[in-house]
């Protein structure tokens, strides 16, 4: 039985409100009972875990069908809206890395690459859009959306890309690394409209975050 789209979207809502409540309480858990005060940064474990969490997250975001919204889901766990910011950049940073690889990188090479490292999803996904003209690969983006949408997406490339990072089941093209990669191959996004977009779509999560940590006060 299909799942209305409505209820997804409100189950993941859900998650992230629950996900900043628990880490808000387990932040201050940690510091009265073990000392261990992750909120502040002066303390080198707290940047240690900070670098190294953010690091990942830039890895695995970057790369097409390796899910890395586990490792921003557990910073934010650990660290509360505090690390908002440095999610957000950290998710440009990785999504302008995937982009250019598409834009820059054979795709030939790229797909080796992605053979090498046992990536064959990914692997897959670039020989099949290496054979589609750039259009196909821009109108690639917008399967995922609804009938009532795809037709303005298709349209107007930039809500394309903001919305395909956004939309629920972007996985089936890659997830924000295969969406950015698909937009850097396509070359019909330029680099600052693409730096635009990304800024832009990148911004939800941070500012939920920020917003029940300020109810949270």
Not at 10 to 38: E, K, T
Not at 125 to 142: D, I, S
Not at 185 to 192: A, H
Request: glycine share 10%; charged share 15%; net charge positive.
């Amino acid at each position: 039985m299909s799942v209305p789209r409505w209820l997804r979207i409100g189950a993941v809502l859900a998650c992230y409100a629950v996900i900043l409540v628990g880490g808000h309480f387990a932040g201050r858990w940690g510091q009265q009972n073990l000392g261990l005060d992750l909120m502040n940064f002066d303390d080198p474990t707290a940047r240690l875990v900070l670098g190294f969490g953010l690091a990942l997250f830039i890895v695995l975001l970057a790369i097409p069908f390796v899910p890395g919204i586990e490792v921003c889901l557990a910073l934010f766990a650990i660290f509360g809206a505090a690390v908002a910011l440095p999610v957000y950049l950290a998710t440009i940073v990785a999504l302008t890395i995937s982009y250019v690889a598409g834009r820059y990188v054979p795709l030939e090479r790229l797909a080796t690459i992605f053979d090498v490292v046992g990536l064959r999803p990914a692997s897959e996904m670039v020989r099949r859009l290496g054979a589609m003209t750039p259009q196909e690969r821009v109108e690639a983006l917008v399967q995922i959306a609804p009938n009532r949408i795809a037709r303005l997406l298709v349209d107007h490339r930039d809500l394309t890309l903001i919305a395909a990072v956004n939309m629920p089941g972007n996985a089936l093209i890659g997830g924000g690394g295969g969406i950015a990669l698909i937009a850097g191959m396509s070359g019909m996004f330029r680099p600052d409209r693409f730096l635009l977009a990304v800024a832009i779509a990148a911004l939800p999560v941070p500012l939920l975050m920020v917003a029940g940590g300020q109810f949270l006060k």
